[in-house]
């Protein structure tokens, strides 16, 4: 099976915006076994848009066109495809009703081009849109499929998992496993030497590397023509890395990091606070992104001044006059200060110079003090995260979940090979 | 000036990495003034590499092809490219120099592939590559230019800025001016009926609407032999736009509204804290991103139960029990209790619920209160922002940032034609 993407939009081909749709497309058309042999982008023009459309129909076997589906004068894809297809236009009273309730659940009028987006191609097949005004369409002819989403990321993501993947595999099965495994408080290439040869341990599997500010994902995928000998020997795979690296998994596939230590606090039946001065909010705003965070989070403090760490978290003023605001015996102060303001099991802080002012030679920039405070007392590490302030706040912040996860699972508090995250 | 990028790589087309070349690029040749017709994707085959050079060639003044250069088996651009142009390979000295001084300055041989690196299409003009082995070439025939580069991407942006660029601007000249203006508060819908016909108004110029979960951004370009006026062209469009929407645009290109937001703090000499609930530390998050942002910023609560907001932040239990931690009464009462226990110019908090549980009828999934305490009083507003926590934290944290900058300016607090934001 071969599968074209067409990406519109002239931001698109100016540089505005950066085409992660073709890639989040790409990758999951590959999952199911079929082969993405072209990504086309092109503009805003209908007399492009039908030239194209008749020429990816005519060459491939799924076609997923994105954007182009708004509102305003410059979107034409509805329009093309109409003609390109010869379905005139016409009102659908479910799309309709479905672009009402969305308004009116954000307390928004209905305007006249919004009931206008209520017209599709009559005899093209709806898809729904939980996440905007715009419906997409698909028709099927010949054992083709021709998609039609828009451009906004989370509403053509919504569309694509609730009812082109479905779809999808309803008429082709192949079978294929896949499983990314995600590290934290490694680098890949330290990863690499310990995980070594597991590749060439399993036949028919293949390993790749993902690196990102926050560690470093695994990306596994077997292939057979069984589903069950497949998912065998990704678990094999990852049965080989948990006895290497197991101390710097957390998880795999979609899991993100807060959401794994809310459940081990949870678990547990087990509290925490946070106390954040670089840091500035990112750990709290993680922690509770998770629906349910309330069940073990009450409270955070961002305290940013020498003051407020003195004033609210109870951080005694001659520690910061002796050590400075980051420091060792600050961090812990912090973590002890916050947990017991809150009454919490766990306390946990941050305190560094995220830049780009403040440092000095014995204390540069990106220098990060991680305090936690729990029922076997107070600790805090020592980090170097770097002199970029976004990437040292989203790398402290990622070790400060860590160093909860660690403790929750009697792993030593700081990852043994390093220092500092990659 | 027609261009159209090539963009040469399996991995593209799996999912595996995306197309930042191609933004760059995008984003470069428009500077220019040459409008990016296309850009197309493909893999590395050298069939369909032969036919898409020869009708990009074809329809197209330039021609950018990136990728497919490396020294292994895969890589199969440079064969397709000395076919189609007919141009056999032959070794080049000053490109066997080039990679031969390149591995030595890394203490690399120069292995078997390397060296067979240093063969280039005879004829071609070479692009040399000062951050990695693979040289890139080029022809101009008929005024028509094809460009060659690698696909790494700081090898392409090394050739693209010291070889490609100059090149061009040697070839013509085109004058372009282009501006994004910045909104929030408003939805695509509305705003685009707001500025109705101000496009036509204008000639030689474009506008784009580009939407978010954060706001609209409204793209602006002018095309114009002299740059001068296509700045003009530019500035007269951005004016129109201030005098009919003006209270919601808070920014040009790339802006920040949180930065807007502290230097108007900065700059009359004001200072802010935060009470959250329902955005969980995302607004100061934010504020804390900005370098300098400790000049007016001191402290945050995130108090995420009743019991923190009463014990942290001073909220009087009686008001929790009589009108609910998500009302008007309990969001102006952590805007206050913060303002004092920071003794900072101005208090801002949120409380609402941002699912997926504890909506009820009267109070659904979605429902914010903001609130903001300053020396002239305390207020607070209502909005409904939909039922994805994330969305809902994120556009309640824009409005937060929103109502301090609508406060600063003396604008109305809440958007006037509407009650929850795009």
Known sequence: MNAEILSIGDELLIGQVTNTNATYLGEQLSLLGITVRRITTIGDHIDTLQ??????????????????LGPTHDDVTRAAFSNVFDMPLVEHALVLDDITRFLSERRRPVTAANRDQAMVPAGAEIIRNNNGTAPGYCIHRDMKHFFVVPGV???????????????LLE??????????VLTTGIP?????ELLGDIQSRCDGCSMAYLPSTLGVRVRLTAIDPEQERAAERIALMQAHINERAGEFVFGTDDDRLEAVVLKLLIDTGKSIAVAESCTGGLITDRITNVPGSSRCFDRGVIAYSNRSKIETLGVDPRIIETHGAVSR????????????LAGSSIGISTTGIAGPDGGTASKPVGLVWIGIAGETGTHACEYYFGTDRIRCKQRSAQAALDTVRRTLLHLPLQPTTIRSQP
């Open 329 to 340: 015996q600050t961090a812990e102060a912090m973590a002890a200060g916050v947990r017991q």
């Open 51 to 68: 030239k194209e459309f008749r020429r990816a129909w005519k060459e491939n076997d799924i076609v997923i066109s994105t954007g182009g």
């Open 188 to 192: 890949e290439s330290t990863l690499a």
């Open 153 to 167: 990321p989370h509403e053509m993501t919504g569309m694509v998992e609730s009812f082109i993947l479905p779809r």
């Open 171 to 180: 008429n082709f099965r192949n079978a294929r496993a896949s499983t990314t």
